[in-house]
Structures are given as C-alpha cells and as structure tokens.
C-alpha cells in the first residue's frame, strides 16, 4: 500500500484494514512493516483527531478544573478574578469574565483564551420549580422503591415522592436536593427527573450499607490498581464491593430507569461519604470494571460537594467535560498502562493467547483487555467471546433485573 493522507470514509476505512493486517504479522521493530504500521497509524489518528474533534470545554467547567488539578480554594482565585464576592459569583454563573479576568486567568493558571471566550452553559432546568408530576412515580411503585395504591399513585406526587425520600431525613431539603448540579454525559437527551429518582434510590440504599470510616486521602492511583486486580476473580465485582465499603465507599447496583440511558454515576452523601451507582445496563466484565474505575476515578479527581452528581452514558463521547476526558484517560491508564499494552502482544496479535497472556501479567480479567481492543479497533465483532456477556448481573441475584 502506498501511504496517503486520509480524505474521505473509504480512505479511513481501508487505511484501518491495512493497519490490522499489518498489526496481525506482528513485524519486528524496524522492518519495512513496522515501519509502514506506523506510518498508517500516524495518518489515521490525524484524521480522527480532524474528523472527530474534542469540544472546547465551558469556561466555569475549565476554571474549575484547574482548581481541582492544582488543590486551589476560591480564596485562590481572588488575585486573578478580585474580591471574594466576585469570585462566587463568577463560579456561580452570575458574572460575567471580564478582558482582565480572562487575560489574568491564562496568564496564571494556563488556561487556553479561545476556552475563556465562550459563553458559559446555563443550566435552566436548575432555575424551574420542581415538577412532581414529572417523576416516574408508576416505574418506581411498580419497582417496589415505595408502596402506593393506583389511586394514591393518580393523586397527590408530591407527597408520594416525600414518603419515597423521607429515608433520606431532611424532608425540607427535597426541593434543593432536586436543583443539585448534575454533571450529564451523554449522546442522548436524559429524563432529570428519572434521575434525580435514581438518584435518591441509591442514595437511599447506600444508608443502609455498613461502611467503614472514610479518609479522602485513601482513593489514589495504587488504590484503584488494587481495586482493578480484584477482577481476576470470576466474584470480583462483589469483592470489589466488600473492598469498596471497607474503605467507607458504597458501591450500590441499581438498574437505570427509562431515558436515562445511564450506566454509573458518582455523589457524595450528606455527611460527605462517597457512593457509586451502577446500573450494569451492559452485562459484560469488560463494560463494569471500565465504569467502575470510571467513577472512581470522579471520586479521587472530581467530586468535591454532595451538590454535585456526575452521571454518565459512557456510550458516548467524553464531549468538552476536561473532567469525563481525564476520567475517561486515567481508568484506561489504571485498568492496562499505555507502556505496557503498546508493547505487547495483544496489541499487536490481538489473539486469545495474548490476551490471556497479557491478563496474567496485569493480574486483571482477561475480558478487560479484549474490551480495550475492540474499543480501540471500533470492532464491536470481534473477541465476543472473551468479554464476559452475561456473567454480571448474576452476581446481584437479589435485584430484579428487566
């Protein structure tokens, strides 16, 4: 094949299928062939990075990753944004940057201008009154979440999702808990009410988990590696469960409701414990341990606040969220090291036996590293064998699953 820059889908398409052969002959470092695959590798990531750009994050979203990259309080602001006041403001959405915020902010925390221009997303929902009617008060009746007649669930829907949430303790904290910040990732439009709804379930569930104490400081890197290698057993997500709430996180499994198309999310409860919500909507190994080192992920980088809820299709592109980016990056990185899966031979065989070989190396499941190769490939055919379909959901035989 002679090389040529990627200009169109069927150029992209053949260049892919020219680099698998060559990554199937497996050629020695420095022949002609490997050569070549790096050539081809180059032009097809060059069209990828053209065709499928990543969206400038939100100004407030960019700010405040900075922030949690580099531990600053809002007090740290004030030299780049002004007084204290200005600062909560500007964080809020309430003011506007200013030419001299924008030119201070890139000068000394290095944010990009072209990111500090646009306009910041307003979150509309957050400034309606709560619709109770909206909830899905017949799915959650019918789930067994509350007991309700038909003729309760066709009256009064605040008082139904009141007696539903009344587990968590503040009743008057229902309105606000409902306008909380949900950091969304998805292709599709989600129900917010649907979500809340779930959210409160397993916020629910989780009070009735025992848990140790939790330290802030325990979730690092060598943590999730730890928490990874519990998926060599055939029970890991039950191990990693056990692990989870020795350390005083809760790990909660609870099915998404209708569109939602949710499969985990990450929140703090009111007393600042960390909980995850999977829903295991794709039952496979390779899909749970990728969502759970996902959310932990948010917990150890991104969450700071019972206000704030990161909820995620991961169906979908990571979008402009420079936090779901760097979620997306450090679960790959923790679940199989770049160094090491560039050089290896499931990356460049992509056989059972590399696989299986490679999975012994890491002390991880064997599915982890067949999911990466089809995720990496687009090849959503391939290895369906080794991704363990259907061996999830059968661990949590006390949910009732759809």
Known sequence: MDPRIIKTKTDYKKTLEEAEKLIALNPDPGTNEAELLDLLSLLIEKYESEKFPIELPDPLEAIQFRMDEQGLKQRNLIPF????????????????????????LHDGLGIPIEVLLQEPARDIEHQKEVVWEKFPLKEMAKRGWFKATPKELRGDSKSLFLKFFEPLGDIESVPIFCRRTIVERSGKSMDKYALWAWTARVLTRAKSVELSSYNDRTVDNEFLKQIAQLSFSREGPIEAQKSLAEHGIALIVEPHLPKTHLDGAAMLSSDGRPIIGLTIRHDRIDNFWFNLMHELTHIWKHLKSSDEVFVDDLDSHPGKDPREIEADRLAGEILIPRRIWKRSDAFRQRTPGAIQELALRLKIHPAIIAGRIRHDTRNYYILSQMVGRGKVRKLFPDIEWK
């Open 81 to 104: 944004i002004g007084s204290k006041s200005k600062v909560s403001e500007v964080l809020a959405g309430k003011r506007p940057l200013t030419v001299s915020m924008i030119r201070a």
